[in-house]
């Protein structure tokens, strides 16, 4: 079996956030809608870090003709964006990235989801920023209006387990625990 050198798929412990996965998303600055997910990734995942880590270089070597351009050289890849960003240093104050790092993927297409049984998932509200899963991911480079580096695409997602959600917003079963029953005579 072909093995893709620019292809990974994360650890059992990766966190999901900002997970537009069942329906497209406007990107920044008037870009198309697309899927997408910020995965973070805890920095004692060596094996995902590493293997995310080969994967961005194959991708740079791979795509060395499109970084060059018209340009007379190949940047080095220090000196482009690259998806592997570290959550301690650019998401400071945010208890979820600390300790990792993070990766945003987007696709054009909807990813394939599916349970740790690996059953298609079709209750939307079991995934959602949160939740703890592997996803299968890829990276290419990239060179658009001056701007190069490497990106990562979205393949497919399975949900491992559940986890505290990320959205900042209150469970209703949270918000009303205080109150057992009729407590204001309400329903007298």
């Known amino acids: 079996m072909f093995k893709n050198p620019t292809k990974v798929v994360t650890g059992i412990n990766t966190r999901w956030s900002y997970a537009n996965v ?48 018209n340009g007379k050289f190949v940047p080095d890849l220090d000196s482009l964006k690259i998806p592997l960003r570290d ?6 104050g945010d208890d979820a990235y600390k300790d990792s790092y993070f990766v945003n993927a987007n696709s054009d297409t909807a990813p394939g989801i599916v349970d740790a049984s690996r059953q298609p998932i079709l ?11 592997r996803a299968s991911i890829n990276f290419y480079a990239f060179n658009t209006n001056g701007n ?40 007298d």
């Open 22 to 69: 069942w329906e497209p998303r406007q990107m920044p600055n008037g870009g198309k809608s697309k899927y997408s997910i910020s995965l973070i990734i805890p920095k004692s995942d060596t094996t995902t870090i590493e293997k995310i880590k080969a994967a961005i270089q194959a991708a740079y070597e791979e795509g060395e003709s499109k970084l060059k351009g």
């Open 87 to 92: 959550g301690d240093k650019e998401r400071k």
């Open 123 to 133: 209750d939307r509200s079991e995934v959602y920023s949160g939740c703890y899963g």
């Open 148 to 187: 190069k580096g490497i990106a990562c695409g979205l393949n497919n997602l399975q949900k491992i387990r559940d986890g505290e959600p990320l959205s900042g917003r209150a469970r209703a079963e949270d918000d009303f625990a205080e109150f057992d029953g009729d407590d204001d005579g309400f329903l």
